[in-house]
């Protein structure tokens, strides 16, 4: 019993530090699958929201407020001016590789930009996006 | 007393301009340092605010300059140690204002005196808290002169 129980341990601390962008992909996608069934990810809708102009916040009105209209190009923080890496795996293989961080950047970047949380299906999006998108 | 004194004058006149040259972090921040507050901008050194000032900041992480900056409490609390335990002593870092921000220290105003209004208000430079942009080697801890180059101006002279 305790070696099933270190075992589901290691798994579970394992699965909680690394990841790939694809698995972050699959995750959100199935959460997003139990509230819609049948849902799948899509790179158009993902590059859509990247895109959008939700104007909640003055001055970081949009994603592309920070990260630029490419999100394969080192970005600036629009207050601080704090240089930004890409946020696109291609670019910058370190993105989308901690769950928890993913999470904490959404959970922040989210309510600021957005003006609420992020759906599971909008992060399932916007991560493929980041990984294939252009 | 004489003879005690000057050395100690001299070592005073002499500490200064080191002092501002070098701000490094302590060796003791924890990972959350970097993590947490490194993320949206340069983690500052502790050293360009008083404990006073750092406590208040992080009591307000939720009003953090425009910004939602909340963390849990625990992390909370390991940064506010942190900061407060190497917080500046000096009194020319007081006076920062409320909220607090190490650019209005006597002190910072002092050393930046020699800058012009265009600099501060250049997109390359945004903000004053934006330390990087001129002092090239910050995220090191490293703000001598000779590693100046202002956007527009090139090297300080």
Not at chain 2, 86 to 100: E, F, I, L, N, S
Request: aromatic share 8%.
């Amino acid at each position: 019993m305790p070696k099933v129980l270190f075992l589901a341990l290691l798994a579970a601390s394992a699965a909680a530090a690394a990841a790939t962008p694809q698995e972050m992909i699959n995750e959100y996608a199935a959460a997003a699958a139990r509230q819609s069934p049948g849902f799948q990810p899509s790179a158009k809708r993902g590059a859509e929201f990247y895109a959008k102009r939700f104007a909640v916040s003055d001055k970081m009105p949009a994603c592309t407020s920070c990260h630029t209209e490419s999100p394969a190009q080192a970005g600036r923080h629009a207050v601080t001016g704090k240089a930004i890496k890409p946020l696109a795996p291609r670019a910058e293989a370190a993105r989308f590789t901690d769950a928890a961080k993913t999470e904490k950047w959404f959970r922040r970047n989210c309510s600021e930009v957005v003006g609420r949380e992020c759906t599971a299906a909008e992060k399932a999006d916007f991560i493929l996006f980041l990984t294939e998108g252009k | 007393m004489r003879t005690l004194l000057i050395p100690i004058c001299a070592a005073a006149v002499f500490a200064l301009p080191a002092q501002a040259d070098r701000l490094p972090i302590p060796a003791n921040a924890p990972p959350s340092f970097a993590a947490e507050c490194g993320g949206c901008h340069l983690p500052f050194p502790p050293a360009l605010l008083t404990a006073p000032d750092w406590k208040q900041v992080m009591a307000r992480l939720d009003k953090h300059y425009g910004d939602n900056a909340s963390l849990d409490e625990k992390t909370r609390r390991e940064l506010e140690d942190f900061l407060v335990r190497h917080a500046a002593t000096d009194r020319r870092k007081a006076g920062a204002g409320d909220p607090p921000r190490l650019t209005e220290s006597v002190w910072f105003r002092r050393e930046h005196r020699e800058v012009p209004q265009a600099v501060w208000n250049d997109a390359r430079v945004k903000s004053a808290a934006n330390c990087a942009a001129c002092h090239t080697r910050a995220e090191a801890g490293s703000y001598r002169e000779r590693e100046i180059v202002v956007p527009g101006l090139g090297r300080h002279k």
